[in-house]
């Protein structure tokens, strides 16, 4: 089969497409045949070294959606030609043949494509940790969504209209921001604006917000606390590097910061967000957006268009 290896850490062209064997499944394993993979901005971190060691060669990736192709011994659940997405991989993603845990394998409903179910593992789950396990966000609350227009961001917007919160999303294109209101936000503005953040405290007459889903701290955190309600949250999702904030603005609060990764899920979470996003898939509360598809062999292209933070929505590989 053809899959992406990187045998070293560095710029995207240290992504290789090249032959390997085929996957075989053992015991609660499962072969799927990818249709579709998702691309996350994690695996551009770690392709650049910046996630801590990591044995080489290896396949990047945990997001994949196609078909069960071969079950290993005790697996019950699926058969061949099951149609299926998986939040994590035993032999990464980025290949036409991805060995799983049959444990982190979830049902892909009919109505949902490949190239949908490709952005549930990292960036729905991911929205779902940050808003309800994380943020602990409730109806009638007035949530920030600082970077809507990613997998992410449009995934939180989505899930928190639904669940009774005022959205408050921003993106800093027209585009971006026409489509946070499509997908349910209430109000979009443009981050790149030098008055946005006094536009959030007029929209909450002044109070501020409840709760805040950042998606680059490094930028935002201390501008993030400023405009807080009192007991706010700040759930950190994405960060590129160290940034100086004034803690009295927590104490004025009794505010939290709040970080979070999806990698410290415990199997019981795993479980409980994606049997949420399955019916959320179903009801059709949660309609992943993807922004662009490109051929397994371009994945250096995909880390590219990720690091320039342009895209409206999720970025998938065809193998």
């Known amino acids: 089969m053809q899959a992406i290896r990187v045998h070293q850490f560095g710029e995207p062209d240290v992504l290789q497409f090249e032959t390997v064997p085929d996957p075989v499944a053992g015991p609660n394993q499962v072969v799927i045949k990818a249709h579709a993979i998702g691309v996350n901005p994690v695996e551009t971190y770690v392709r650049a070294g910046k996630y801590g060691p990591k044995v080489f060669p290896y ?7 196609g078909v069960v192709g071969s079950v290993g011994a005790g697996v019950t659940r699926f058969k061949a030609g ?5 939040a994590s991989t035993i032999s990464g993603a980025y290949a036409q043949l991805v060995l799983a845990d049959v444990g982190k394998i979830f049902p892909l409903p009919a109505a949902v494509s490949f190239e949908q179910g490709a952005a549930m593992g990292v960036p729905a789950a991911t929205a779902y940790k940050a808003l309800f ?47 946070i209101l499509k997908e349910g936000a209430h109000h979009a503005l443009d981050h790149a604006s030098p008055d946005y953040l006094d536009q959030v405290m007029k929209l909450t007459g002044g109070r501020g917000v409840d709760a805040i889903i950042e998606m680059l701290a490094n930028v935002n955190l201390d501008k993030d606390l400023g405009v807080l309600a009192k007991f706010g949250r700040v759930v950190v999702v994405g960060n590129r590097g160290r940034i100086e904030i004034d803690p009295r603005q927590t104490m004025a ?12 899920a415990t199997d019981a979470d795993i479980v409980a967000i994606h049997s949420a996003l399955g019916a959320a898939l179903e009801n059709g ?25 342009n895209s409206h929505g999720k970025i998938v590989l065809a193998p």
Request: overall charge positive; charged content about 25%; glycine content about 14%.
């Open 133 to 179: 396990f994380r943020g602990r966000v409730q109806p009638a609350e007035t949530i920030l969504i600082h970077g809507a227009t990613g997998g992410v961001g449009l995934a939180c917007v989505q899930l928190a209209r639904a669940h009774g919160c005022v959205v408050i999303g921003t993106g800093g294109s027209k585009a971006g921001r026409d489509l």
């Open 82 to 86: 099951d149609r299926v997405y998986t």
């Open 253 to 264: 609060r009794d505010a939290d910061i709040r970080g979070m990764t999806l990698m410290l």
């Open 285 to 309: 509360t949660l309609r992943p957006i993807i922004d662009g598809k490109l051929p397994l062999a371009d994945a250096a292209k995909a880390h590219r268009e990720i690091l320039e933070g």
């Open 59 to 65: 396949t990047p990736g945990t997001d994949v959606a």
